[in-house]
Nanobody, 115 residues
Framework: VQLVESGGGLVQAGGSLRLSCAAS????????MAWYRQAPGKQREWVAT????????YYADSVKGRFTISRDNAKNTMFLQMNSLAPEDTAVYYC?????????WGQGTQVTVSS
């Protein structure tokens, strides 16, 4: 499985961005997909998960109500709609595909929120 993120960039506080994660390869092996982020000097943290079969979603408290995770199964693409962005959301955002075995990660996309 190969994952490629896109959609990051520089945005002012209060603005929005939509991240995409395109999956290719053995995508039928993917159970769930998730977004993580890593700010400078901090550990990578979980942001949101979407369950492939049910479409059920889960969010970290820090993003609940502001971020929305979704997936287009036909296009093997996952999205993260980020609204009301704040400077503390600045990080490299990674997508992850969970399979039976080692998880797959994308290369990350930078999101910078200016105050």
């Amino acid at each position: 499985v190969q994952l490629v993120e896109s959609g990051g960039g520089l945005v002012q506080a209060g603005g929005s961005l939509r991240l995409s994660c395109a999956a290719s390869g053995s995508t039928f092996d993917i159970n769930n997909m998730a977004w993580y982020r890593q700010a400078p000097g901090k550990q990578r943290e979980w942001v949101a998960t979407i369950i492939s079969r049910s479409g059920r979603t889960y969010y970290a408290d820090s993003v609940k109500g502001r971020f929305t995770i979704s997936r287009d199964n036909a296009k093997n693409t996952m999205f993260l709609q980020m609204n009301s962005l704040a400077p503390e959301d600045t990080a490299v955002y990674y997508c992850k595909a969970e399979v039976i075995g080692p998880d797959y990660w994308g290369q990350g996309t930078q999101v910078t929120v200016s105050s």
